[in-house]
């Protein structure tokens, strides 16, 4: 068992390093085509932050993540075993990112409704310059938070292979740059059911009539199902930030942003 959680961790970091940069890249190549905001200066900061807290949270939170919930269900047994081989894998994975979108969706709304998590949360909303960088733009404790909460609940509901954690860790990763680019993107009729970066743009809106709508990660089905779905309008593309809050720019301002709040 410890040999596995071993080269599962070993693997997952390296490889969420190279999906990390790649995304980024990509990401940031797209956002040219069709900006939002000409002018994204925070870009360089978000990464910079990233790299620095790497190794401390956030890269390795979908791999300590993955591992964790695989252990969990792997002691626990689980309670709902999922199919991990051929086409079914495709569906388990859908199946546990659903239902962590779930639990991020109530948690995701707890850090807007409580003060001591909106502190910690509130850093991830101050990009005045909303970009695909933006994802990983988070407090390290507030990631770690997420982490503790989540994964283990997993685990403890289904009954996770290895292949399935590592399904869930780079679907997890892979899916929170898309909603966050700086691109000028509509899903359509689809804006319900996968979230884009236009329906994610109003939760991240710096105008009073967007605040306290659209919180799922993945699914806004959520945030329909609860009451909380903004659909956008046409051509919807709101500032993003805080208005009451100075951004961070010096690495010292990110890492004791909650005592400034």
């Known amino acids: 068992m410890h040999a596995v959680l071993n080269h599962l961790g070993e693997f997952l970091l390296r490889s969420i390093f190279l999906v990390w940069c790649v995304c980024v890249l990509l990401g940031s190549i797209a956002e040219r085509i069709r900006p939002v905001q000409t002018r994204c200066e925070s870009w360089t900061f978000n990464v910079c932050y990233t790299a620095v807290m790497a190794w401390m949270a956030f890269l390795l939170t979908p791999a300590v993540g993955a591992s964790l919930a695989f252990a969990v269900s792997h002691l626990h047994t689980g309670w709902i075993p999922l199919p991990a081989h051929g086409v079914g894998t495709i569906f388990s994975i859908l199946v546990l990112l659903a239902a962590k979108d779930f639990l991020d969706y109530w948690i995701h709304r707890a850090q807007h409704r409580f003060s001591w998590l909106w502190k910690m949360h509130s850093f991830h909303h101050s990009d005045p310059a909303m970009n695909v960088a933006t994802a990983q733009r988070h407090y390290w404790l507030d990631r770690a938070f997420l982490t503790v909460a989540v994964y283990p609940l997993i685990g403890v509901v289904f009954s996770i292979t290895p292949a399935l954690a590592l399904g ?76 009451k809050a100075t951004p961070p720019t010096r690495m010292i301002d990110a890492l004791i942003w909650p005592l400034k709040q």
């Open 168 to 243: 869930l860790s780079f679907g997890t990763l892979f899916w929170s740059f898309f909603p966050h680019m700086n691109l000028r993107l509509s899903m359509g009729p689809f804006s319900w059911l996968v979230l884009g970066p236009q329906v994610h743009r109003l939760h991240h809106s710096a105008l009073p009539e967007h605040f306290n709508c659209n919180y799922a990660g993945v699914f806004p089905v959520w945030d329909l199902i609860f009451g909380t779905y903004r659909k956008p309008g046409v051509s919807e593309f709101p500032a993003t930030g805080l208005a």
